[in-house]
């Protein structure tokens, strides 16, 4: 008879909250039943909430939204450089490990809470599980793609998204035992949360409803990479192609406390465009899904409007989820403000490119990961 599991979730930015609200829903429907596999095991869980994002419409609301249970630890470290955020997590996550002793450390994506804690659970013999693992953007002046190598690199469980994935982590070398191809968990809570967005369980705010409803046709507008908003000349040349869009088609624009600060301490017009406050995932969904565009320097926000057959911008150099690109409606566009009108100009005329969902998006990525980790784990 196998003994329990405990698994520890760490969460520290928006987009970790989606990734590990299917997975604990997931988790939730077996726990009666012990593990999927059918041996008579319980799957526990406890949820670490670092506080790399502190403020309530940049991360408590997403557990409302998602039904996530509140964090069984906070650990309130707040922003800081890279250097000290990362190091005022490893030293109260150490404390957590030592207090709760999980089986496993389940970290998401590629922020500084992820390398954090994988770094500080394999130095006290913890096994590491990384979902969404294998995603390269091979641009090194990313602090996420440091992360995301890292993070791999050190994990005992890779879950994968997409087949390029899979490709970068067995070019690196990693044992193929190690890694999963299960689909993508953003997926598994975008279809969730567009269910019940249809069947009115979910209520968007009323701001977003009434001026998503006053516009047959508008842009939805995200931008927060610091390689985007903290430089004067690329944050003129993209807000340049902003404006001109917008002089086409209304833009919805969720700002982001940086940019915000960036554009006033730059000088640039907080006009021309719908401006409001951060926004929760269901609002966005929302406003996102009855979108004639979208324009984003977000990871999430690729794989999402591919899921939902949207076209996306994304405003950056180099993505790490080619796939969007390669068979879903992504255009990767750069920095320019040529090239960030041109394409929006292509598509607002119809001409847009016609997308296909990558193979296993299909909403069942989470209970995947729960039956191998029941399966695998000893």
Known sequence: MHRNLKLCFVVGARPNFMKIAPIIKALDSVSEKGSPSGEDRKLEYIIVHTGQHYDKNMSEVFFRDLGIPEPDWNLEVGSGSHAQQTADVMIAFEEVLYKERPDVVIVVGDVNSTIACSLTAKKLHIKVAHVEAGLRSFDEAMPEEINRRLTDSISDLLFVTEQAGLDNLLREGINEKRVHFVGNVMIDTLMECLRRLDECTYFPREEIVQWTNLHEKYAVLTLHRPSNVDDRETLTDIWSAIEEIADQIPVLFPIHPRTRKQMEDFGLPLNGVNIVEPIGYVDMLYAVKRAAL???????????????????????????????????????????????????????KGYGKKGEIPPLWDGRASERIVRILADIVP
Do not use: W
Not at 310 to 319: A, D, F, K
Not at 324 to 337: A, F, K, M, Q
């Open 294 to 348: 979208v324009m984003t320097d977000s990871g999430g926000l690729q794989e999402e409007t591919t899921a939902m057959g949207i076209h996306c911008l994304t405003i950056r150099e180099n993505t790490e989820r080619p796939v969007t690109i390669d068979v879903g409606t992504n255009y990767l566009v750069g920095t320019e403000s040529f090239k960030i009108r041109e394409t929006a100009d292509l598509i607002l």
